[in-house]
């Protein structure tokens, strides 16, 4: 910003230059800016307070008379390409319809990705209290144990359909690299996560399920595809079999697939998951080809 003129005192430029300068040091107090090219990438560190309020826009999507809440994060409007998308699906305990819950798990994690060098926007629908993303029946054994039987030879959820809308919509949008749309979620979001990749094969550049499942019988569709998934061997939820399986699957089948299981995680798994230092240059250096 350009304060200073012709007719104006150097000393008034450096009064009104200073409260900003002042601002800025209070609101990034470890942040540095570097050249990127054609825009500048501003690093955060850990310092800065994250407001998901503020960096998630309310947005809503519209299908056939269904509605999609969801949350948008966009990098920078003064970006001059198009982008990397990350879309994040949430697990049950998010579901409902204020638009809100679904940013409790990922959001951060993903906003500071965005300001530390994966310059990307994102996405958090919500799923209708009374839906699922994917088509699973859900039961337990005597002792109580939580059983998932999911289902490959069944049409999609509302859920589901009304997500694969909005993903075709998403691929539209000239500020999104449709090469580099990238999948995760956690729990019920991580078993929507792997039907979605089914159900839209060469849409993603790579997806990351958390303690999720699933379950797939036609693989060739998937063959160019990029997984990483994530599961704590004490889950309790959602057993970490059912990572493994999958896992073991698309391997078998010459598919790119990594898994890390942690030995000491319960059900919250993705908390270790978004600590993996390597996850963000992984998922980064996917694309479509």
Aim: charged share 20%.
């Amino acid at each position: 910003m350009q304060l200073k003129s012709e007719n104006q005192p150097f000393s008034l430029t450096i009064l009104l230059f200073l409260p900003i300068v002042l601002l800025g040091c209070n609101l990034f107090k470890s942040s540095k800016e570097i050249s990127t090219g054609s825009a500048k990438t501003i690093y955060y560190g850990d310092t800065a307070k994250f407001d998901a309020s503020r960096e998630f826009k309310k947005r809503n999507f519209i299908y056939n008379n269904d509605t999609l809440p969801y949350r948008e994060f966009n990098y920078s409007s003064l970006w001059e390409k198009p982008l990397p998308i990350v879309i994040f699906l949430h697990g049950s305990g998010e579901k409902g319809n204020d638009n809100e819950s679904q940013l409790s798990h990922g959001s951060e994690w993903i906003w500071r990705a965005a300001y530390s060098g994966f310059a990307c926007h994102a996405v958090f629908p919500q799923c209708n209290k009374n839906r699922y993303w994917s088509n699973v029946n859900r039961t337990q054994d005597s002792s109580g144990k939580p059983q998932f039987t999911f289902h490959d030879d069944t049409a999609s959820t509302k859920a589901m359909k009304l997500l694969m809308a909005f993903v075709e919509h998403l691929k539209k949008q000239s500020y999104i690299d449709p090469s580099r749309i990238y999948l995760g979620g956690l729990s019920m979001g991580g078993m929507g996560t792997i039907e979605l990749m089914r159900r839209m094969p060469n849409t993603f550049a790579a997806a990351f399920p958390i303690c999720g499942g699933s379950k797939i019988t036609n693989f060739k569709p998937l063959k160019k595809s990029h997984w990483w998934f994530f599961h704590g061997l004490k889950d309790n939820i959602v057993p970490p079999e059912c990572s493994i399986e999958i896992a073991n699957q698309l391997e078998n089948a010459g598919i790119d697939t990594k898994i890390t299981l942690f030995p000491n995680a319960n059900h919250n798994s993705w908390d270790a998951a978004f600590k993996e230092p390597e996850l963000l240059p992984w998922l980064f250096s996917k694309k479509l080809k």
